[in-house]
């Protein structure tokens, strides 16, 4: 049972961690191959000290200490994550960043839990004829803590409780088991010892949190705006995601909201428009449809319910504004009517890049298929640099549409990316447009310069986008 809790604990922390960094490195393949390689760096050091220390001494002394400590280091690693997160922010995120804080939040947790199934298993061989069965029960345990700690956080406590509570109280349980082995099968703690371990593990609980409020998928700010008392902005991890003005749907106060708005002026003028969104967010645009356009569908595909109800509830999303559809748009639109929709509109992201399954061919050729003839898609992407992703997203929607423009930062500049594509023609935009600048034919072709079209078998978006300029 103690093996069996003790990795339950760890892929409790593993999972968790995604949400703990999330604020401050964002959500990406990199972040998790990130916590995993430190978990598993965590298992591999528990496994190999922890063997050692058994053959060196009594383990029967050694569990308990071990436990508090490990229950205490789980406690601290939010902590951890809030003092090291703005360090980590600061350097753009990126790989660095990501392993700064899962290493110094996780390996020592993860290592203190793994070292006790070698302790474990030196107490239970009693002699070498049985050496299998000990050490293939107590793999068949650990694996079976493992699942359960597994699904039960991902489809269970991420979904009922805050993550911050969810690892404090893992350490508690597992600070609580030290304490009883300590006092059962080894020496007595000392109550100084004691009471430093309750000390810290207290004044950890003051470290502040990022976050308003958490979502199964995100953390959540909502910012009002001092200049501007009806503006609120929606953050997304460490994403300013949304800027929405309560008084006032048609204030579009990002950049590319206004170019979507411009595309849709050219291709459109202001006749009503049937419009899926692609991503819902603080829902401005499909605000910024129904009240410049009254009469216009607007169907938002969002993979994340609570976020729907904070638009109602602060954002003055009303359920005339649009028709909402939870869950994740990849699955969705393959509900959608074909030749349905006038206007696509891409504005999902995980972190700064867009979720890496709605980039390809294939969700691509769903978006033509519900998109009419004289259809407009127009997709936001974030990237500096060398603008590898942007490129890369342009080679594949060519791959699929009859015609592609870019509209980009203004004297090239990095960022918000607004593509614009169309099954036929995209309309002619506005050239000084003096929110970005506008790329088509010869000069687009080499833009993209050859780079290779995104499809569901390779589709690396977070190793394609650069984060700063």
């Not at 504004?321 to 959608?336: P, S, W």
Request: charged letters at 15%; aromatic letters at 6%; proline letters at 7%.
């Amino acid at each position: 049972m103690l093996v069996f809790s003790t990795s339950a604990a760890v892929l409790v922390l593993e999972i968790l961690a995604g949400r703990l960094v999330a604020p401050y490195v964002g959500v990406s393949l990199e972040t998790y191959t990130g916590i995993i390689g430190s978990v598993l760096a965590g298992i591999a050091i528990g496994s190999a000290v922890g063997g050692r220390m058994a053959d060196r001494h009594d383990p029967r002394r050694l569990l308990g200490p071990l436990l508090v400590a490990a229950g205490v280091a789980a406690i601290v690693s939010p902590a951890i994550i809030s003092a090291l997160g703005p360090t980590a922010a600061s350097n753009g995120g990126g790989a660095s960043g990501i392993l700064l804080l899962a290493v110094s939040a996780f390996v020592v947790p993860t290592a203190l839990l793994s070292a006790v199934t070698p302790m474990t298993a030196k107490l239970r061989l009693a002699s070498t004829t049985e050496t299998g069965t000990v050490v293939g029960g107590l793999s068949a345990a650990g694996t079976a803590g493992a699942l359960f700690g597994t699904f039960a956080t991902g489809f269970v406590f991420v979904a009922a409780w805050p993550t911050r509570p969810i690892v404090t109280a893992v350490g508690i349980a597992v600070t609580a088991t030290g304490f009883v082995l300590w006092a059962v099968i080894g020496r007595r703690p000392h109550p100084a010892v004691v009471a430093a371990l309750v000390a810290v593990a207290g004044l950890a609980q003051l470290a502040p949190s990022p976050c308003q409020r958490e979502t199964r998928y995100y953390c959540v700010d909502v910012m009002a705006d001092p200049g501007r008392p009806s503006g609120r902005t929606l953050v997304l991890d460490n994403l300013r995601h949304s800027y929405v003005d309560l008084d006032d749907p048609t204030h579009l106060e990002f950049r590319y909201t206004r170019l979507f708005a411009a595309a849709v002026e050219a291709g459109f003028g202001r006749r009503p428009l049937t419009a899926l969104h692609i991503g819902g967010g603080g829902f401005t645009f499909p605000r910024w449809l129904d009240a410049t356009r009254p009469g216009t569908a607007n169907t938002v595909l969002e993979i994340d319910p609570d976020i729907v109800r904070l638009a109602r509830d602060e954002l003055g999303l009303s359920a005339d504004d649009a028709k909402v559809r939870t869950g994740d748009a990849r699955l969705n639109i393959a509900d959608e009517p074909a030749a349905g929709y006038d206007l696509v509109v891409g504005d999902a992201f995980g972190a700064l890049s867009v979720p890496w399954h709605l980039t390809t061919t294939e969700m691509l050729f769903e978006i033509r298929r519900v998109l009419r003839p004289d259809g407009l898609y127009v997709l936001n992407v974030i990237d500096a640099g060398p603008r590898r992703l942007v490129r890369a997203e342009l080679a594949t929607l060519a791959e699929v549409f009859g015609d592609v423009v870019l509209i980009a930062p203004p004297a090239g500049g990095t960022g918000n990316h607004v593509l614009v594509a169309a099954p036929t023609a995209v309309p002619t935009l506005p050239v000084n447009l003096s929110d970005g600048d506008v790329v088509t034919g010869d000069e687009l072709t080499a833009f993209i310069d050859g780079a290779r079209p995104l499809t569901d078998d390779h589709a690396p978006v977070d190793q394609l986008i650069t984060r700063r300029g």
